[in-house]
């Protein structure tokens, strides 16, 4: 025994409580203070004897797999930790929230704040012990250890062999010099970038740069797909009615452009004026397919006003690409020496909204002092997650838990509600995020996994959500659910007459539907309300459906840089529990490919006028195929226009919706 544990046991003997889950805890905050120090002191040492011990299993492992030709790491559900959480999960089938929530030792301590954020935990379905033994689960997996290794530049996502330096696009300039990968400087890369993108966003919105004709531009269409498009546009949604953006937008318009559907172009396009259009193409390689025929589209609707001008491109688009690709913007006609906004190879799609596929269309409409407050917030939820105890850490403690709910307890679904309309993009943001990372079969270590991962995620705001799909979360399916809520809205409203202000009403809710879900309604509840027998099991409500309750001071574009880091994070820390790379996303390939083969064959036959009978892997794509063929053909026949002869020019904007004559005028592009 060490000198710390020795003289600590001399100095106090701590008392073990026994709580709703029959556990004896001492490591929680609501404890006495010399019962934390003990707590504190025992962890260190037990944390420093763990520390070597993983050290020491690791490098056998290592020694192992070089000694053993094909030997590999058994999967993490074969640990013990792991099996000491599914005996657990049968313990706690026999609980019910609506009896954990009446411990208050257990209720207390199921919380963590950080910098304005309150989390709530208490109505998950798990106990004390539970959090322990999640907690034993992350040492094994080496969990802290794997966070430094990624915000380090480590090359985890090792199919491509890359680093995972999300975290990097919003470090501060003090942290140049501290990040490097294969010699070069990430953090001074970043502020190079940045730098770039303020002095381009700034003479854009004075009006220092103008479109090809002389005019001023005021549009602003980003092309891009996946986390080139997600993560903006949930960005932008909620800059739209953030206290500065409202102001820091007038006179401007943003649009995304990311479906290939020839219908989403029309809309976005439909009443914009070209001459005061900038288009931004978001495209790693400058050779995703969607994106590079809406670009394509694009640029051909700009020579369509204006000549068929390489100058036109030179005036009117701009690239946002890794610079591998450097050579493809060129060819695209694109001005590399002034409008080129790298990234790297380090960044996935769907981590990059803090790079330059958001900075550069959120910093011409808003500014770029506002993203840079989006950039800070996260910044700050980076620094929780790095440097926080794994028993205060909020992205740690919703990763485990949703480790526990997925892999232990069988929900294999959650959502996602936000009770702020301008969130409304935030689920499909989160929902890529997560699905695309941790949809995974295969360990890092080359394993089939025999364990669930990777919940389905979707969501909407509150209370929109509760008019759709509340009623099976209640009386259906067990769906755990994250609600967001906000001290302040963004704008809030108090009519004449009303009680209640419009945010009042709103976060009633909030408040409301996790006590719904976990305390339920008996039988005994609903005919105490005197409701006709006939009814009452109709009206019953089981409870005990896990959910977490996240607190946030007023959606700001800081919030929304913490609310983002803390997702982002979330589904890393369930990734290195599962032992996934969740970096990587081999799984869109496979469509993709066979999609290619598919316009081979449907060039073949629109060359041959639709004569041609097309033979494909299988008898059932090749009847809907020629299905879709003979009918497309016969569309044009009885008056409609035929797919390979469809006009992408229209001139609504000045048939219907002619610009408006404007003024914009100071540093700041407001209107005078």
Not at 58 to 63: A, G, L, N, Q, T
Not at 434 to 463: A, Q
Request: aromatic letters at 10%; proline letters at 4%.
């Amino acid at each position: 025994m060490n000198e710390s544990t020795s003289s600590l046991e001399n100095e106090v003997q701590p008392q073990l409580d026994y709580h709703s889950d029959g556990y004896a805890h001492t490591a929680h905050h609501n404890y006495p203070k010399v019962i934390l120090q003990a707590d504190k002191l025992g962890r260190s040492a037990h944390a420093r004897l763990m520390g070597k011990h993983q050290q020491d299993q690791h490098r056998i492992s290592e020694f192992m797999s070089k000694v053993i030709p094909g030997s590999k790491p058994p999967l993490v559900s074969s640990t013990t930790e792991w099996k000491r959480l599914e005996r657990h999960a049968e313990e706690i089938e026999s609980t019910h929230l609506r009896d954990l929530l009446k411990d208050p030792v257990r209720c207390e301590s199921m919380f963590a704040e950080y910098d304005g954020v309150y989390f709530d935990y208490s109505r998950q379905r798990a106990t004390l012990k539970t959090m322990d033994l999640l907690f034993d689960l992350a040492e094994k997996q080496e969990l802290e250890s794997r966070i430094r290794g990624m915000f380090n530049g480590e090359k985890i996502n090792f199919t491509e062999d890359r680093a995972v330096l999300h975290t990097a696009l919003r470090a501060s300039k003090d942290e140049i010099g501290t990040i490097f990968v294969d010699g070069i400087d990430v953090v001074q890369e970043v502020h190079d970038v940045l730098d770039q993108i303020k002095s381009f966003t700034e003479a854009f919105r004075s009006g220092e740069i103008k479109g090809y004709t002389g005019k001023r531009m005021r549009n602003i269409v980003s092309v891009g797909i996946g986390g080139s498009y997600l993560g903006p546009e949930f960005l932008h949604e909620v800059l739209k009615t953030e206290t500065n953006g409202v102001t820091t937008s007038l006179g401007y318009n943003l649009r995304f452009l990311a479906n290939v559907d020839p219908v989403d172009v029309e809309r976005t396009c439909a009443d914009l004026d070209p001459e005061e259009t900038l288009i931004i193409i978001v495209s790693k390689t400058f050779t995703t397919a969607e994106t590079m025929l809406n670009a394509r589209t694009m640029r051909q609707w700009l020579w369509d006003f204006m000549g068929d001008d390489i100058d036109v491109v030179k005036k009117h688009v701009v690239a946002c690409s890794s610079i591998s690709a450097l050579e493809n913007v060129k060819d695209f006609g694109i001005d590399t020496e002034k409008y080129f906004f790298r990234f790297w190879d380090w960044v996935g799609g769907r981590y990059s909204v803090c790079g330059a596929a958001g900075a550069v269309p959120i910093s011409l409409l808003y500014g770029y002092d506002l993203f840079e407050d989006f950039l800070e917030g996260a910044r700050s939820m980076d620094k929780h997650f790095l440097n926080a105890p794994m028993n205060e850490n909020i992205p740690i403690i919703m990763g485990l838990l949703g480790v526990w709910n997925s892999s232990f307890m069988g929900y294999n679904s959650r959502a996602l509600i936000p009770y702020a309309q301008a969130l409304l993009r935030l689920p499909a943001h989160i929902q890529q995020l997560d699905m695309e990372s941790n949809g995974k079969r295969i360990t890092r270590h080359g394993l089939e996994i025999d364990y669930p991962v990777g919940e389905v995620n979707f969501g909407e705001p509150g209370t929109n959500s509760q008019h759709s799909f509340f009623q099976l979360i209640h009386q259906g399916q067990t769906i755990p659910v994250d609600f967001l809520g906000f001290v302040q809205s963004q704008h809030d409203l108090l009519m004449d007459g009303e009680k209640l202000s419009s945010h009042d009403e709103l976060i009633a809710n909030f408040f409301a539907q996790p006590d719904a879900l976990a305390n339920g309604k008996t039988a005994d509840e609903v005919r105490a309300e005197g409701c006709k027998e006939e009814l009452v099991l109709h009206k019953v409500f089981d409870g005990n459906r896990p959910s977490s309750s996240l607190l946030f001071p007023k959606l700001s574009a800081y919030v929304t840089g913490q609310i983002l880091s803390l997702y982002e994070h979330r589904t890393a820390v369930q990734g290195f529990i599962w032992d996934l790379n969740s970096f990587d996303q081999w799984g869109v390939e496979l469509g993709k490919e066979l999609a290619l083969d598919i316009k081979e064959k449907l060039v073949k036959a629109r060359k041959e006028q639709g004569t041609l009978h097309i033979e494909a892997d299988n008898p059932a794509t090749s009847r809907i195929l020629n299905y879709y063929l003979k009918n497309s053909k016969d569309a044009a026949k009885n008056g409609g226009t035929c797919n390979p002869v469809t006009s992408i020019t229209r001139k609504t904007h000045m048939e219907h919706f002619p610009p408006e004559i404007h003024d914009l005028g100071g540093t700041i592009g407001r209107l005078l």
